[in-house]
């Protein structure tokens, strides 16, 4: 196997053993991100740093060192520009590091770079990008899904051994599954957002990409944990995850949704994702089909709650204080100038749409509705998982489509259709590869569990992982 090819696991392993050390695997990422860069666009900016320099800055002794990750580029870094994939934040340099970074380097890790999304998180093909949008391993031509798509594409193409995210609704988990990696979205408040420019807050998490389940467990290790200034982090005992890596799941309760189901979606993926459930059956887990309130409720509600949030959020975006100016005559007319050349189309569809849903006459009608409806899919999240360990879905309702696909907005938004009323309950998931379209594209399954159970995720994922062995690798 080629040094690029390895889970940070096994490059772990190999400089345990003295295989190899940190500069084989910093050089050898290194390379290929020369190699492959080019023509997946997965990163905004590329750490300039000599390999001489990361080493001589690197943490060492920790659960991560030497490991190269890549971070997308709405996570504040203090030695790399972050622009959100917005032309607004071109030339922004943070002044200080988001604390899932500070993790990172305290364990070793090293940045990169900052990868591509859709402006400001906004989408779900990484089209939206104000750059240009990034390819997808598998197949150039295609989508590598979204937000999060320069950090799935980065991990699939071999250019960093695992990648943060975030997911608001679905950023994390679709990417991975059109680019054929793990991601996992972890329970609200369990990873602080310190640093993370904010789009939808009361929803927004930040969560690893990674080549194995194991790893996942590995990086969730690292960056989850109490913070102070992050207003919603919990204060708890945090288990450690890996002792979830086990091949275990011999009487998990998991559910399937009927009406996750009976949504109209890719035959090929239903298929792949029924023939991944008959697996964990033979592997001891009791399967039952149960009733939850149909998705398109959270959908609907979604997008009234997260572009009300944003249209809050993006506000200090004004010319004043972050990134670029547009020259005006006085300072009012520099606001708007700034922001009407500075967000692209889709950030300003989205702040519209959120001033709409929380002016006075139309606040009861809609913001205030949305908020009784994510309560009661909430509550019908917390009854459901007192009598099941899990729940389980695809993770997209189609594999990845074609780059410039002609999508109108409604079809675009429908694809967040099983990713969505995780976010909107506060729950933890993951989704991982478990089989091929006849495109051969990475079809993604979702796995998920009530508030802080990522244990049980982690375990089912792992088993599932481990029984289908899948070895098909993207060819660059
Ligand atoms: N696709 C969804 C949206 O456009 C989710 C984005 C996200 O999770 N950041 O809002």
């Not at 096994?10 to 053993?17: S, T, Y």
């Not at 959100?84 to 940045?111: F, H, M, T, W």
């Not at 204060?235 to 189901?261: A, H, Q, T």
């Not at 802080?452 to 899948?470: V, W």
């Amino acid at each position: 196997m080629k040094i690029y090819e390895m889970s940070a696991g096994e490059l772990l392993d190999k400089k345990e053993n003295g295989e190899l050390d940190t500069e084989d695997i910093l050089n050898a990422f290194r390379e290929r991100i020369d190699e492959v860069e080019d023509r997946v666009r997965a990163f905004i900016t590329v750490s300039e740093k000599e390999v001489s320099e990361e080493l001589a800055e690197m943490e060492t002794g920790g659960e991560l060192e030497g490991i190269p990750l890549a971070v997308k580029d709405n996570m504040s870094t203090a030695d790399m520009e972050t622009t959100c994939a917005s032309k607004i934040l071109q030339g922004y340099n943070p002044p200080y590091d988001a604390a899932v970074i500070e993790q990172i380097r305290k364990q070793g890790g090293v940045i990169a770079g900052k990868t591509n999304l859709d402006e400001f998180a906004m989408g779900s093909s990484t089209e939206n990008s104000a750059f240009y949008p990034t390819r997808n391993p598998w197949n150039l031509d295609h989508v590598v899904g979204g937000s999060s798509g320069g950090s799935a594409a980065a991990v699939a193409a071999g250019e960093v051994a695992a990648a943060l995210g975030s997911d608001t609704g679905g950023s994390i988990r679709q990417p991975a599954s059109f680019c054929g990696v793990v991601g996992m979205k972890p329970t609200y408040g369990n990873v602080s957002r310190y640093g993370l420019i904010a789009f939808a807050s009361s929803l927004d998490q930040i969560g690893p990409l990674t080549r194995n389940v194991e790893d996942s467990a590995r990086i969730l290790n690292v960056i989850s944990g109490h913070d102070k200034r992050d207003t919603t982090s919990v204060d708890r005992e945090f288990p450690d995850y890996m002792e979830f890596i086990k091949e275990d799941v011999s009487g998990m309760k998991i559910g399937v949704p009927r009406e996750y189901f009976a949504v109209d979606f890719d035959k090929e993926v239903e298929k792949t994702v029924k023939d991944s459930l008959e697996v964990l059956q033979e592997a001891g887990a009791q399967i039952e089909e149960v009733s939850v309130i149909e998705p398109e409720y959270a959908l609907a509600a979604y997008y009234i709650i997260a572009p009300a949030e944003a249209s809050s959020n993006l506000a200090r975006f004004d010319g004043v204080r972050y990134g670029s100016r547009s020259a005006a005559e006085d300072v009012s007319s520099m606001f708007t100038r700034t922001r009407s050349e500075g967000f692209g189309e889709e950030v300003k569809r989205r702040i519209m749409l959120g001033t709409y849903a929380l002016s006075s006459g139309y606040y009861d009608d809609y913001y205030l509705k949305a908020q009784k409806v994510r309560t009661l899919i909430k509550d019908r999240f917390a009854e459901l998982f007192s009598g099941y360990d899990l729940l389980v879905s695809p993770t997209s309702p189609s594999t990845a489509f074609k780059i410039g696909a002609e999508k109108d907005l409604m079809e675009q938004y429908r694809a967040d259709i099983f990713t969505v009323p995780v976010n909107i309950a506060g729950i933890p998931a993951i989704s991982l590869p478990c089989g091929f379209d006849s495109q051969g594209l990475p079809v993604g399954f979702q796995i998920m569990g009530p508030h802080y159970g990522e244990g049980a995720i982690l375990q089912t994922a792992y088993t599932l992982e481990q029984k289908l062995n899948l070895e098909q690798k993207p060819e660059l």
